[in-house]
């Protein structure tokens, strides 16, 4: 955005970071602030792909997805609260790489790997992760995009909608039912080339904010079967696994957007006078200062102990992740509200950092997992608990 990201305050989550983490911290807030932050909002969704392709090739090329492959989540991360902080655009564009490249990382061949991964890193190849569809969302198990088997090929069609990066990608990760009779048991994942004949870019979708998304079509999409990822049936898990570990670093996001929106408020609250003071002798602006600052530390503690429990082994962090994806990424919402709320009358002028922070927060409470999904998740872990610790059924 127009001012240079301050550099990222590692003081509250320290006990969860190693001493490389520290260093990339700075290291990512000093690339943000310098390459990212100057860029211009795009001004239509048509420029917006081209600049998202630019930060592509620049975080590639300064070693910034690197940390996806080596699946430090931590430094994952810290990338994304930098870059949030900096342009909401960079973020996603770093998301993506990541999303649409794990499942490759986690059940793809040898082959596989080394076509898409080295590209995706180096900033030459932009992935994408197409699993939602018109008729399912929240529900994914609904999914009726079907890939049959015809030989030593698969035959895809369907239809993903809401995809991130649909029309600029260089290749799609695509869950597929094999087996449509087998619910969630029956789908797989197969990673297309963007060029592979019978996949079709069907329309853009525009948000409020910079986020190039569209809907995509397989008409009669003929895909080598050595392009599944994992075996026949194991998508659906794939999906989870990937989003399992990656949902800690959306919330991380939300931290970056609402560190940087309590910071233009204070910035605003200190220098602005009314009633001959500056806001920030007044309680009612402190109050809200310090419910922001509680937020935002609560939030930054519940995604780095999931990133943290994630680094150090542990296969599911399921629980953990949802907690900090749907804490964060509310406490951002109201965070940046609050922030517009103290900017007053420029807090709402669509060149104001916050503003562009108010537009690009609200869909982090939608993708990757609903706040709604979340709660389900946490709650349904807490049951089952429950019921093996008391044995009833
Ligand atoms: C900016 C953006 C980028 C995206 N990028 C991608 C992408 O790259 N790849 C991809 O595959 N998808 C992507 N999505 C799609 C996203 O994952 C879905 O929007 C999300 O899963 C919700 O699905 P839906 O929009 O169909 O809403 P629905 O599932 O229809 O939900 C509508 C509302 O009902 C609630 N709801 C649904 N089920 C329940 C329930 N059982 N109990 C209580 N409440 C419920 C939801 O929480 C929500 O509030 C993106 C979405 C957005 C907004």
Redesign the pocket.
Known sequence: MSEPAAALDTSSVRAFLDERHLDQAQQIAEFAGRSIAPLPEPPDDAACRIQARQIMAGLGAAGWFDPIIAQDFRACCLIREALAAASPLADAVFA?QA?GSTPVALAGSRELRERWLPAMTSGQAMA?????EPE????VAAMTTTARRHGDDYVLNGT?T????AGIADFYTVFASTDPSKGSRGISCFVVAADQPGLRFVRPLV?SAP?P?GEIAFEDCRVPASCRLGQDGEGFKLGMATLDRLRATVAAAACGMAGRALREATGHAIARKQFGKPLADFQLIQEKLARMAIDLTAARLLVYRAAMERDRGAERVTMEAAMAKAFATEAAQRIIDDAVQILGGQGVLAEHPVDRLYRAVR?LR????????QH?IIAGQLIKRAKEESGHD
């Open positions: 993506l999303l994408a992760f197409a699993m939602s399912a969302g929240s529900d993903k809401l995809i991130s990066n948000l986020h998304l869909a939608i993708y990757e997992g609903t706040t709604e999904i389900l």
